[in-house]
């Protein structure tokens, strides 16, 4: 729920935490179960993720401003697809030395709602600069976590912390497998929730 | 011969199918799998889906595509294959209640565009092991979201804590099914 009276920062914050599209309403899960294998892997699909909900937004706004003209979803995708061919050509060496499937898994944000919700639902009627903000807090906001499941993925599973041997062994190999990325994606939504009930 | 081809259908159901060996979980299955009776619906419409555009997928990479050099279209090119076949599903079963009902959530849907990829990195030798691949890849689908529905439908009333109600019973639940499905592969796999 976005109200005309909150601020930019507002709902930066607002997307950021006590609504965070991943952790609160599921969008964009499977980017925390198969893109965090290694801390490497959740950066660059988080913020290719973040860049596409920005450029989305952004596209959405100017079409509703200037035109009165609202995307359709067909157009936004078929957008999105483009610009993550041009990312892929560009970031082609990158993106081989990243673990397997992670072009597939970015290919798949074309079809992802994380990436088009905040451009359908509040960009296309808004000032610039509230849905720069929306649209930025809702993407920081999945980066965030994808970054936080990466890191203790990397750590149970490889025994590694943002590329760095901590373990010599590591004490749950299977973290980095689909099963971990499962069970620690569980763990963050339910912590999320419990953090989220206690609060004032 | 008929090895290979027991293999790819198996590999497609147990090693390859998108929602539970490569957690591509799209954002619609969590609230269509509470109970079996939404699930069977939606699972039949991803099947359906699964193998219409992940052949297509896989003719079109190999014929088109990749003979052309114009493997930059790949994406754009899938999305419009799922478009042309959720229409085609659509006019097909026109009649039948539940794919229609369900079809809707497979205009854009990760699990479907996620299978046409990965059929075609998976690369089988030739078009007969692709198709069966492909089929292994819509059964599986299938039978884990009608599986994930009975399970929920069994354990989740149970749990009374609400931080586990929803996605986290879900994914709980799926990373259970991702043990039990690699057990199986191993007994095919290598």
């Known amino acids: 729920m976005r109200l005309p009276s909150e601020s930019k920062q507002q709902l930066f914050i607002k997307n950021l935490w006590p609504e965070n599209a991943l952790l609160y309403s599921g969008a964009g899960i499977f980017l925390a179960v198969a893109g965090t294998q290694s801390w490497d892997q959740a950066f660059f699909l988080g913020s290719v993720c973040l860049g596409l909900i920005i450029a989305n937004s952004l596209a959405s706004h100017l079409c509703g401003d200037l035109l009165r003209y609202r995307i359709p979803l067909w157009a936004l995708s078929l957008g999105t697809a483009i610009m993550l061919a041009a990312v892929d050509a560009a970031f082609a060496h990158k993106i081989a030395r990243l673990p397997e499937h992670t072009r597939t898994v970015m290919y798949l944000l074309a079809a992802c709602p994380a990436v088009f919700s905040r451009a359908r639902s509040f960009s296309h009627g808004t000032s610039t600069g509230r849905a720069l903000f929306d649209s930025a807090g809702q993407g920081t906001g999945i980066l965030m976590v994808m970054l936080l499941v990466s890191l203790f993925r990397e750590l149970l599973g490889t025994g590694k912390m943002a590329g760095s041997q901590l373990f010599i062994l590591p004490p749950w190999p299977l973290a980095s497998s689909v099963f971990g990325g499962m069970v620690l994606t569980a763990l963050a939504i339910m912590l999320f929730r419990m953090i989220g009930r206690n609060r004032p | ?190």
């Open chain 2, 1 to 190: 011969m008929s090895l290979d081809y027991s293999l790819s259908l198996l590999s497609g159901i147990f090693l390859l199918q998108p929602l539970i060996s490569f957690g591509l979980v799209p954002s619609s299955s969590q609230s269509m799998t509470r109970h079996p009776a939404g699930a069977l619906g939606y699972g039949l419409t991803g099947g359906l889906m699964i193998l219409g555009l992940g052949s297509s997928a896989w003719l079109l990479h190999q014929l088109l595509l990749e003979p052309l050099r114009l493997k930059f279209m790949e994406l754009p090119v899938l999305l419009l294959a799922m478009w042309v076949w959720q229409r085609l599903i659509g006019r097909i079963f026109s009649r039948f209640r539940p794919i229609i009902d369900c079809l809707p959530l497979y205009f854009l849907n990760l699990a479907v565009l996620g299978s046409g990829l990965l059929l075609i990195h998976s690369a089988p030798d030739g078009i007969a092991q692709a198709l069966l691949r492909c089929t292994g890849m819509a059964l599986g689908y299938i039978l884990s979201t009608i599986l994930m529905a009975f399970f929920r439908e069994r354990a989740e009333p149970k749990t009374t804590s609400r931080p586990l109600q929803g996605w986290p019973a879900f994914l709980l639940a799926g990373s259970l099914f991702w043990l039990g499905w690699q057990a199986i592969a191993s007994l095919f796999k290598g």
